[in-house]
């Protein structure tokens, strides 16, 4: 595995660990420069003592021997069916936050591609605010370093380069459920009329850590709780509020011009739909 294809949230928990350094990083003729907080990660915009607290917010994770840890243990075996199926590719590929594959994670779901050449202002947005969700997990997941699915059930996880890391990162709560939930909420802000698919986007892309066998959907689910508090943490920053008028321009300008994804959203759609019936949690496919 090479340096920038390294998950952005093991990489987030080196920043806890050692603090935040700064580099430069190309950028639009337009915006400012932000600062790298680890190579090809931008800096929050919350300092540290913004970012919502994971410990206080959170309960505890299931308790050893509980029903709710019992459930965790279902689902994770039930989402074994789907190791080497389509949805387990777009789980890997949605395990992928290093820019600019992740730029288009929800390009389908909001009917445009988003690059920085295209769309500069929400390609910045889509990058600082990984940041921001990001971290306001770590609190709990180093208070609790609970063990990963994998660990416990000794199945295959769909991005095996990563198991060395995924051991040494706590799995309570899902850093990348939390992405991708704020992710989804701003999404939708941005374009409500395509809030529903959106939305049903960014709860796949946290399901998809389930299909991973890398998260427990507790942990999932708490990390929607992460990302939607940092969303809000976020409405208070006025460099955000600011950055989420010149995205709308963006998005409003390029939607409807007939120029769209660049992905093939078919096989996203027929990957999204596929879920074993006796799947507990319900089919992911976005709303047409």
């Known amino acids: 595995m090479t340096k920038n294809r390294m998950s952005v949230v093991l990489l987030l928990s080196t920043l806890i660990l050692a603090g935040a350094g700064c580099t430069s990083q190309p950028h639009s003729p337009d915006l400012a420069p932000v600062p790298e907080i680890r190579p090809g990660i931008l800096a929050g915009y919350l300092p540290p003592e913004k970012l919502p607290d994971s410990l206080a ?14 459930l965790d243990r279902e689902i994770a075996t039930r989402s074994l069916k789907l190791q080497g199926s389509p949805r387990w590719a777009l789980a890997a590929s949605d395990a992928d936050l290093m820019f600019p594959h992740a730029a288009n994670i929800f390009s389908c779901a909001l009917g445009l591609t988003v690059s920085q050449t295209r769309t500069p202002h929400l390609y910045r947005l889509l990058r600082r605010t990984l940041a921001d969700a990001g971290l306001s997990t770590y609190r709990a997941k180093k208070h609790y ?21 995924l051991r040494r990162d706590g799995s309570y709560p899902s850093g990348h459920a939390a992405i991708g939930w704020a992710w989804a909420l701003i999404l939708a802000e941005l374009a409500p009329e395509r809030a529903d698919r959106i939305l049903a986007r960014g709860w796949a892309f946290g399901q998809s850590r389930v299909v991973c066998n890398v998260h427990w959907q507790s942990d999932v689910l708490m990390g929607r709780t992460m990302g939607a508090a940092t969303v809000a943490r976020l409405h208070a920053n006025p460099a955000f509020r600011q950055a989420m008028e010149a995205a709308r321009k963006e998005v409003t300008t390029l939607s409807g011009n007939g120029d769209g994804p660049a992905v093939d959203c078919a096989s996203e759609e027929r990957a999204l739909g596929e879920v074993p019936a006796d799947m507990p949690w319900p089919a992911s496919q976005p709303l047409r």
């Open 145 to 165: 370093s609970r063990k990963r699915p994998f660990m416990v059930n000794g199945g295959p996880v769909c991005t095996p380069h990563e198991a060395n890391h």
């Open 57 to 70: 917010l959170l309960p505890p994770p299931p308790a050893k021997g509980s029903p709710a840890e019992a």
